[in-house]
């Protein structure tokens, strides 16, 4: 058996006992990452107690340096898309892809540089791409459950139920991933963060317009006083019929959507597919110098990106 492949069987092996140890670790320590990240949230809200007996110069510093903190961004999107992995653990998975599969890519490429870079590029974006795959899939969930999740507070507030007692009948009622958000929101409430900042978590962690609407008729409830119920009332006939809409919206443009996808991934597909079975047909590109190939690849992928850019925005379309 020849070394090349011999190396090309351990990497897989090494790639597929990474993956199943991953995937063990995530299941087995679920709960326990829940609370930690409770308690990060818990924190946060210490010190934003903190913050407001500080000067103005020096809550305007915080607020810069909290958005320029990569670390603070890959844990919110992580808490989006309800994965349960540490930021450290992230980028762990990250160094994982990029290495493994650069290194796979490397033995199926001919022991040649670029073959690692390709598959290195593609194992650094995968994670990424995972993450914000779950998000958009879990954001839109919720906004098909809120519209429930309203009727069954009004309904608890015109029983008597107080606003917390209404939210912690959500979350026993109602399915995940809704049940989970307000079963955070109500343990941050028994532990002494108010409603308003709890609330302000709730939308951090799930990004939805719909949910802000929401919140915002709460808030202006409980500071100027009325009727919540009939409020939410309103508010739920509103948000389902955006709801509605934008699902027929979806449908209606996931063709244009998904022949966008498709047509701007069949040359990139291409193109590495014919580079790690015919590597020479590839090379002849660069056969007039290196600077024209650069300038065709760029021009290929600048047409490639405007024409995804393009149809993406017509099928955007706002409600």
Not at 53 to 79: C, H, I, M, N, P
Not at 138 to 152: H, T
Request: a neutral charge; proline letters at 3%.
């Amino acid at each position: 058996m020849s070394m090349p492949l011999i190396l090309l069987i351990a990497g897989v092996v090494l790639i597929v006992i990474l993956i199943i140890v991953g995937i063990v670790v995530t299941t087995s320590s679920e709960s326990a990452l829940v609370e930690k990240r409770l308690g990060r949230f818990l924190e946060e809200g210490k010190e934003e107690e903190k913050k407001e007996k500080t000067s103005y110069v020096t809550d305007w510093v915080s607020k810069r340096v909290e958005k320029t903190s990569f670390g603070d961004r890959v844990a919110r999107d992580l808490a989006r898309a309800d994965i349960k992995l540490k930021v450290a653990e992230y980028f762990a998975l990250i160094v994982i892809a990029t290495l493994g599969l650069g290194f796979l890519t490397y033995l199926i490429g001919g022991l040649h540089p670029v073959s690692f870079i390709i598959g290195a590029v593609v194992g650094f974006f995968l994670p990424r791409f995972y993450v914000k795959r779950q998000q958009r899939r879990r954001l839109v969930r919720f906004n098909e459950q809120l519209p429930d999740m309203i009727n069954l507070m009004v309904n608890g507030l015109r029983a008597g139920y107080s606003t917390m007692q209404a939210m912690e009948a959500v979350s026993k009622e109602l399915p995940p991933p809704i049940s989970d958000e307000f079963r955070r929101v109500v343990q941050e409430m028994q532990l002494g963060i108010p409603m308003e900042r709890a609330l302000d978590h709730l939308l951090r962690r799930i990004p939805s317009d719909d949910l802000d609407f929401m919140i915002t008729a709460i808030n202006v409830q409980r500071e100027v006083g009325g009727n919540l119920a009939e409020i939410l009332d309103t508010i739920s006939y509103t948000i389902r019929e955006r709801v509605r809409i934008k699902g027929e919206i979806r449908v209606l443009t996931a063709q244009v959507r998904t022949s966008g996808t498709i047509l701007s991934l069949i040359p990139i597909f291409l193109v590495l597919f014919i580079w790690f079975i015919d590597r020479e047909y590839i090379e002849s590109i660069f056969s007039k110098g290196v600077v024209v190939g650069v300038c065709i690849l760029g021009a290929a992928a600048i047409l490639i990106g405007l024409g995804y850019f393009v149809m993406m925005k017509i099928a955007d379309i706002e409600v």
